[in-house]
T-cell receptor, first 115, second 114 residues
């Protein structure tokens, strides 16, 4: 019972093409997050959402957009993929009703390669 | 701004050795939470522990223990009698009360050799 699933798990795409990653949760949590993981940088926040249609930028948001039209789905879009966006992307949901202090539950990650 | 520093990039130990992973954090908030996550070779992120800023009591869970010291802004993680299955990347993270986001350190890769 993952409670949170990411799709696709792996993707190879060409430079300049748009790419959308999907995060789906069954926990009805209010907060959802997108992180990217790169060697030497740990996990860095791209965007997050604190409710339907409520989103905000993280520390590395350039080149990315997000949408949340339903509580359960949080989409991350690379409008025009670049090689610097090759990374592992993790979605997370907050484990508590207020999104603070309860830690996150992470999806299994999406490995994206831009060639 | 808040920051989490894990100065040890990689650690290699022989099985059954004890090992301590260091975590130093910076925040101006008085209320915050600290976390440790484990990322095994399979890639998923596994929650290990949460500690709030008002609870400095050390915690032990089996072979794992955590030492939280506000005076030095540190939240160190010790594995006693390490095992090969402990090989993973370990992340320390900080969640402050006035924000919604978890800030991660860069991680420490632990290799336990048989």
């Amino acid at each position: 019972d993952a409670g949170i699933t990411q799709s696709p798990r792996h993707k190879v795409t060409e430079t300049g093409t748009p790419v959308t990653l999907r995060c789906h949760q069954t926990e009805n949590h209010r907060y959802m997050y997108w992180y990217r993981q790169d060697p030497g940088h740990g996990l860095r926040l791209i965007h997050y959402s604190y409710g339907v249609k409520d989103t905000d930028k993280g520390e590395v948001s350039d080149g990315y957009s997000v949408s949340r039209s339903k509580t359960e789905d949080f989409l991350l879009t690379l409008e025009s993929a670049t090689s610097s966006q090759t990374s592992v992307y993790f979605c997370a949901i907050s484990a508590g009703p207020q999104g603070y202090g309860y830690g996150y539950t992470f999806g299994s990650g999406t490995r994206l390669t831009v060639v | 701004a808040q920051k989490v520093t894990q100065a040890q990039t990689e650690i290699s130990v022989v099985e059954k050795e004890d090992v301590t992973l260091d975590c130093v954090y910076e925040t101006r908030d008085t209320t915050y939470y600290l976390f440790w996550y484990k990322q095994p070779p399979s890639g998923e992120l596994v929650f290990l522990i949460r500690r709030n800023s008002f609870d400095e009591q050390n915690e032990i869970s089996g072979r794992y223990s955590w030492n939280f010291q506000k005076s030095t802004s540190s939240f160190n993680f010790t594995i006693t009698a390490s095992q090969v299955v402990d090989s993973a990347v370990y992340f320390c993270a900080l969640h402050k009360s006035s924000g919604d986001k978890l800030t991660f350190g860069t991680g420490t890769r632990l290799a336990v050799r048989p």
